[in-house]
């Protein structure tokens, strides 16, 4: 018999909607002084009456179509009681029975040795709530402060059913869901700035020999996890924690909530059953229930190209491999970049007075962009700590330079000259090119007139082909490459050295 992980994520995203969940006041207090993006009704204050989001409620509406869930005619808001110095009201306003979504899936891709495994898992709900205001304690533990910005904010917590079986395909899937989160334009989802934020419940439960599952088991929540690194980490700690108490015939037989220690790398005890929370959910007198039918039919119509889509489009339709493709679309910005430089030289190739067949060629058009894109010009940008936001190449500048390339018209060495002062400036690469001479010469004349006296010139090397060295050749075509100043292409520059080397005898 054997023991197996069965794991569900319960994940908060803070949603970039305009303003809070409830209030007029601005949702971009984290970068305001604290306590300035505040009101009576996110303060909390007797009497005052909130008012729901619209923007939020759609934003909740994409995330449920993005999440392939059953869209909701009739949605809810509850106040979820509980008391703690963050929370002025005494409760939060979140969503029970009724949430904006329900009942969905994602499938996503988990990294293995040898490849990519593909993993359907069900999702339970993702439903719309404010979130609670920030405490800071000062670091002697005499006094904590409260910033109120971040008081009713909106966010989205989706929740999944117990499907995950593995740290990685925790990871995976969370890493996917930050994607789909900015694809949709709902949130910057970054976990490290705590606009996404993960709790991890896991529990073991018996495999036999012949597959037959035993029951569920009780969960263990792990909170306060703040990285994807965390997420595997924190997983992994538990597995081996559980498992042990099963070997020493002590398998957990009640419920608890945990808190992961990122620098000891530990799990520590929080609570038990038996301590949690009674929220005495029940349904919010100051909102009238939501009919979400005709909104949610507008807003499925609002629903981008999501990533796995178009990492498919990226290799059925340029020709990308499957990791280029996730590369360029795990960046939005990138992978429209990569777009319209293909686009660019779709176009170059028709325009030729002899056209490029590009469904014939376009693996190598997509090869060529994506060695110049994704490890020239990224190594570059890198170097030089440029984002893509600030490049001053035009995807069409870019594309020109391949165009170039593609049509020998200039070697690699010398179109990442051109590259280098393009980043730089941004000016046009022919321009460049001219302007510093470094486009292949196609006078065959002058080219061989070259060869014949880098022949004449270097005697031994000669008297060392005639021995029989072959590397002989190499050095002569590197003393031509040197002497035309990357005017000839090795190819041609060969071939040309030895032509002369044959006229000797
Ligand atoms: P609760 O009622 O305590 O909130 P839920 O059934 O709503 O519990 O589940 C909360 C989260 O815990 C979900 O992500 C779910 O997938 C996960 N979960 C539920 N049961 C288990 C289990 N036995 N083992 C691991 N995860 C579980
Ligand atoms: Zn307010
Ligand atoms: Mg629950």
Known sequence: ??????????????????????????????????????CPICLGQPGALPAVNKQAVEFGLLVGHALACRPASISRFDRKNYFYPDLPKGYQISQKDLPVAENGTLSFEVPEEGGRRSVTIRINRAHLEEDAAKLLHSPDGMSSFVDFNRGGTPLIEIVTEPDLRTPAEAKAFLQELRLIMRYLGVSDADME?????????????????????GPLNPKTEVKNI??????EHALEYEIKRQTKLWIDGKPIKEQSTRGWDDAKKISVAQRTKEEAHDYRYFPEPDLPPLDLTLLGQEVRGRVPELPANRRRRFAEE???TEAEARV?????????????????????????????????????????????????????????????????????????LLAMLHGKKVTGTNALVILGEMIDTGADPSIIADEKSLLLSDDTEELASIAGNIVVANPAAVEDYRKGKTNSVQFLVGQMMKATRGK??????????????????
């Not at 995203?13 to 409830?22: A, E, N």
């Not at 601005?26 to 300035?36: A, M, Q």
């Not at 703040?226 to 997420?231: C, L, P, Q």
């Open 328 to 400: 360029f679309c795990d960046d939005q910005e990138l992978a429209d970049y990569a777009e319209r430089v293909m686009s660019e030289l779709q176009e170059w190739a028709a325009s030729l007075e002899t056209k490029i067949d590009w469904e014939a060629n376009r693996r190598d058009f997509a090869r060529l962009v994506a060695g110049w894109l994704l490890t020239k010009l990224t190594g570059l940008m890198t170097e030089k700590k440029i984002a893509l936001a600030e490049l001053k190449i035009t995807p069409e500048n870019f594309a020109e």
């Open 226 to 231: 703040n990285s994807f690194r965390a997420v």
């Open 1 to 38: 018999m054997k023991l197996e992980p069965v794991i569900g994520l319960e994940i908060h995203v803070q949603l970039k909607t305009k303003s809070k969940m409830f209030c007029g006041c601005s949702n971009r207090g984290e970068y305001e002084p604290p306590n300035t993006t505040v």
């Open 318 to 320: 340029y020709g990308f």
């Open 488 to 505: 000839a292409d090795p190819q041609t520059a060969r071939e040309l050295i030895e032509t002369e080397l044959k006229k000797l005898g």
């Open 193 to 213: 700035k705590g606009h996404l934020r993960c709790d991890a419940n896991i529990s073991m439960r018996e495999v036999d020999e012949d597959g037959t599952l």
